[in-house]
């Protein structure tokens, strides 16, 4: 989360973090880690050029083994859709 939060400042994107105690308890440290890299990489991308720079993300217990991961960013526009209704990704598979 600190890497991400210096490379927002030096991106300018405001961010809020709101991660609950206990809410990320359940998972490994790798997975989660790999998760919140993952949607804060996507969100820095779609933010950085926007006039309006902004990340929340929030995670919060769900149960005994469930989390709620909300990320919130700015963005000059929607999301490219394939033909199902899906988002387009520009990554390889």
Request: aromatic fraction near 4%; charged fraction near 25%; glycine fraction near 4%.
């Amino acid at each position: 989360m600190i890497h991400h939060a210096s490379i927002c400042k030096s991106l300018g994107i405001d961010v809020d973090f709101d991660i609950r105690q206990h809410s990320v308890d359940f998972i490994s440290a790798h997975d989660i880690t790999a998760i919140f890299d993952n949607l804060l990489t996507n969100a820095e991308e779609a933010a950085k050029n926007t006039s309006e720079k902004y990340i929340k993300l929030s995670a919060t217990q769900q149960g005994e083994t469930g989390m709620l991961i909300t990320i919130i960013n700015s963005c000059d526009s929607a999301p490219d859709m394939d033909e199902d209704g899906n988002i387009k990704t520009k990554k390889k598979r």
